[in-house]
């Protein structure tokens, strides 16, 4: 219980976010949503400013929550750990995407937003072993924000059992790619902090992300889907222990 | 082993900035090529949104060595102009200057910030 409320204490504390980071999460989800909403400016090839302004909107709607569910679980993990995490925008991604989605005429969008660093809370880190940042302890912090992203998909393909929506559609497809681009091992993605925090938890988490979004992209139940990633990863981080890691550390 | 006996490995990196100027000079053109393929309003954004790339790595490099990096900037921009075929190549090095000088502008006075290695 005392867990729990020290994480409340901290979460109160220190979860708002700076000036700059809303600063830069506002101009990262404007140009993800545009990137995300690039081709349903109007009908076919016709232009329709009122059609593009509200599938925009929607896009906005969608990106800005699929980033805060991110972006919040990371924190939440990280203050539960003692550091406090801040997220910065790349520039340089969000303008390599926007010159991506301008040359395929839309057909490849990159999610690359931005990445985080952490705060040493030097008092909430009192009693735990490795007592300074360390990679280890960021991998898990970057790999949380990749299956929030993951499982808020799957939360809302069970929901669009009950609620059928174009929106809910878009979400689930969103997400998806988020969750798969996150695992990209280039500074500052999630996935580099993964991969250098420990190359097992990478090969478990990427096996499970990829074999999750194909099965959440078909027909097949949610919890299924989720069940057989879980497998699937498992058998994947087994094999490549066996096959490359057990043999990595035998030099 | 190169003639002379030099090393390639040497090679590369006492010359990296004329390798690297070169590489992203053909980047440049593929992308020219790519961009005009569309119509010269694209080509026009993407010389654009190049120039602020262009930007954000110059003012990373600001209080450093500066030089190499204006060399491969002006060198995708070079790549850029040979690949162009619509559009006038005075107005694409304009907006590339003023790409350029957009982003760095919006580092210095602090209005963007964000990450670097």
Known sequence: MAEVVDLADKIKR??????LEIRSLIIAVLITAF???????????NFSLR???????NAILIVGLSFLVHISIQRIWSLGIGYRQEWKMWTFGLL??????????GAIWLILPGGFFVHHLAGHRLGWFRYDINYWALGLIAVTGTFATIFFAALFKALGVFVANSLIEKLITFNIAYALYSLIPLPPLDGSRTFYGSRMLYAFS??????????????????IALLSSFFIGVVLWVLYYIFFENAAWGY | MLRGGIKLSELLFKNWAEFVFFIIMVVGFAVSIWASSYSAAISYIV??????????????RKHRLTFPYAIIVIGFLIGYLIGSYYGSKKVIVILFGLGVLFSYQLRKKGYIRDVFF
């Not at chain 1, 990137?35 to 090839?45: A, L, M, N, Q």
């Not at chain 2, 654009?48 to 003012?59: A, H, I, K, N």
């Open chain 1, 14 to 19: 220190y979860f708002m976010f700076t000036p």
């Open chain 1, 35 to 45: 990137v995300f909403s690039f081709r349903e400016w109007g009908y076919g090839d």
């Open chain 1, 51 to 57: 059609i593009g302004a509200f599938n925009y909107f």
């Open chain 1, 96 to 105: 390599l995407s926007l010159i991506m989605v301008f040359l395929t005429n």
């Open chain 1, 206 to 223: 990427t096996s499970f992300i990829l074999a999750a979004a194909i099965l959440l992209s078909s027909s097949i139940g949610v919890g």
């Open chain 2, 47 to 60: 010389v654009f949104l190049s120039g602020m790339m262009g930007g954000r790595l110059l003012y990373e």
